[in-house]
């Protein structure tokens, strides 16, 4: 227990087959971002300043962590706040496509939903090793394409995600083992863009945080 918590996943393990299998869902869910959120709490045991401060503003200040446990947030704060967006916006039953300002921003800014979907699944396999592929959106509701390695996120740098996609091996290599590229193209089928478009609205409204 701590100040650090794991929201419920929403839906079941299952509910995201055939593009992610239940089995990788449960060990990501409940072992790999539990984790995050156990080591987090322990963090906080050391240096309780942690438990007093929003996930997004501790991001945007690693510098004033203690630098014998800096990487070890950096690691798994970062982790936390990833995958807490990654669970949120793959919820299944939502629309299948961005629509509305949502889809003018991609048009605007990414050259359309076709090329964001080419050019982010490009990005997400030139992470060599472990990292993500993100969307970012700024509080005029400018979107950009980025990646970060390990569990780095934009938040990092005071920037705010709207999306991204995990491929880490932990979150693919059951079934599609060293095929990333098939696991980033099938992702798209489970990303929830009324999700996305309700934390599009929020970045805007500067209520956005993780
Ligand atoms: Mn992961």
């Known amino acids: 227990s701590g100040p650090f918590t794991q929201a419920p996943l929403g839906y079941a393990f299952n509910a995201l087959e055939p593009h992610i299998d239940a089995t990788t869902m ?4 409940g072992r790999h971002h539990a984790a995050y959120v156990t080591n987090m709490n322990n963090f906080a045991k050391e240096y309780s300043q942690l438990g007093g ?4 503003e501790i991001l945007a200040k690693l510098g004033d962590v203690p630098d014998t ?11 936390h706040a990833n995958h807490a967006m990654f669970w949120q916006i793959m919820a299944p039953g939502g629309a299948k496509a961005p629509e509305g300002d949502l889809k003018a921003a991609i048009e605007r800014d990414l050259g359309g939903f076709e090329k964001l979907q080419i050019e982010f699944n490009a990005a997400g396999g ?6 993500w592929v993100f969307v970012t959106v700024t509080a005029e509701g400018k979107l950009a394409l980025t990646a970060r390695p390990n569990q780095d996120t934009p938040l990092m740098e005071g920037q705010r995600v709207l999306f991204g996609n995990d491929v880490w091996e932990h979150a693919y290599y059951l079934k599609h083992q060293n095929r990333r590229a098939d696991y980033l193209k099938g992702w798209w089928n489970v990303a929830n863009w009324s999700v996305i478009a309700e934390r599009y609205a929020a970045a805007k409204a500067g209520t956005l945080t993780i």
């Open 126 to 131: 030139r992470v060599f090793g472990s990292g």
């Open 69 to 79: 446990i800096r990487t070890g947030v950096r690691n798994n704060l970062g982790g």
């Open 26 to 29: 449960e060990i990501h869910f």
């Open 53 to 56: 401060a929003p996930v997004h």
